[in-house]
């Protein structure tokens, strides 16, 4: 199983990335994709989430609004869009696989996480 994360890159406070999540090695249907992020010095905390069998999703409090996930089934990719950049936002972004029933925030609770991709935003 491989979870390769792309996207990040340096940009402005107010400024958009979107990350993409490419799922390859075996079947998805039922997993949580997550995305999860961490900054420096800081613990590995929970972005958002999507089944990838239907579009529920659930996000943090900090990205609500800002942030949207969402998968291509046909390109087995899901994607992080983030708008509204804020330079707290900083951390490398994981994306992840889980295969619990619901949508799970706790890290450890992941099976399978992708390599991180550094988003940076300057103020």
């Known amino acids: 199983v491989q979870l390769q994360a792309s996207g990040g890159g340096l940009v402005q406070a107010g400024g958009s990335l979107r990350l993409s999540c490419a799922a390859s090695g075996r079947t998805f249907s039922g997993y949580t994709m997550g995305w999860f992020r961490q900054a420096p010095g800081k613990e590995r905390e929970f972005v958002a989430a999507i089944k990838w069998s239907s579009n529920y999703a659930y996000y943090a409090d900090s990205v609500k609004g800002r942030f949207t996930i969402s998968r291509d089934n046909a390109k087995n990719t899901v994607y992080l869009q983030m708008n509204s950049l804020k330079p707290e936002d900083t951390a490398v972004y994981y994306c992840?696989?889980?295969?619990?029933?619901?949508?799970?925030?706790?890290?450890?609770?992941?099976?399978?996480w992708g390599q991180g991709t550094l988003v940076t935003v300057s103020s």
């Open positions: 992840a696989a889980d295969r619990s029933f619901g949508i799970v925030t706790t890290s450890t609770s992941y099976d399978y």
